[in-house]
């Protein structure tokens, strides 16, 4: 995803192994899909590695130095292709739990609304 027009990926390492039965999809991913997928994202670094006796792997790499590995083994091509663009729109910020549904920097003085509200 862009923030303020600027694409947050940088690279994306494309882990895979050339003996493997759980590489097979991305085997075919690289040969399918990922010149297009290249093509159309020219801002982006793609690299492949070969990792032997390894499963299959994508990495992304952004610009806040946050990395998010995503797990592709026995998935299909077309799979494999909607996690690499998972990836590419993903803004790179880690996942934050929050602690209440509602979140405001000034909390309201009266106290918060609830069903059970008596009047």
Sequence with gaps: ??????????KLVVNYCDWGGSSRGIRAFMEAHLPS??????HLEVVTELVRGQ???LKGI?????ERVVCVRNLAPEDILLQATRLR???????????TRHVTKRPSVQGTW???LKM
């Design 62 to 66: 952004y610009k806040n130095h946050n």
């Design 89 to 99: 729109n993903s803004l790179g910020r880690k996942v934050v739990k929050l602690r």
């Design 1 to 10: 995803m862009a923030l303020r027009g600027v694409w947050q990926l940088q």
């Design 37 to 42: 997928f290249k093509e159309k994202n020219p």
């Design 55 to 57: 499963h299959p792997n």
């Design 114 to 116: 609830t069903t059970e």
